[in-house]
Nanobody, 120 residues
């Protein structure tokens, strides 16, 4: 098993920034994808950004250009820096881990989620 813990969520005004951190522990992962999802009430889960063991990145159109995902293999952490936040970014953000493959689907390990609320 792999344990995943998110942190960094909170309340921020529109135009502000948040840095979400995801820490993974347990079994060592070599070929992996770590992704950030979000889900707002009544809406489907959305992949926000993800990064592979090779350094390839994915960004949803809604956050591309104002978000950056990065990884630290020594600490087994992934950070999602979100800038220019909008009220529509409000959601519970989840970090998830999967073995190598496509960006979408197949994520085996999930964190509990961290709330991001953007006020106008």
């Amino acid at each position: 098993q792999v344990q995943v813990v998110e942190s960094g969520g909170g309340l921020v005004q529109a135009g502000g920034s948040l840095r979400l951190s995801c820490a993974a522990s347990g079994r060592t992962l070599i070929s992996y994808i770590m992704g950030w999802f979000r889900q707002a009430p009544g809406k489907e889960r959305e992949l926000v950004a993800a990064v592979t063991w090779r350094g390839s990145t994915y960004y949803a159109d809604s956050v591309r250009g104002r978000s950056t995902i990065s990884r630290d293999d020594v600490k087994n952490t992934v950070v999602l820096q979100m800038n220019s936040l909008k009220p529509e970014d409000t959601a519970v953000y989840y970090c998830a881990v999967k073995h190598g493959g496509n960006w979408f689907g197949g994520y085996d390990y999930w964190g509990q989620g961290t709330q991001v609320t953007v006020s106008s």
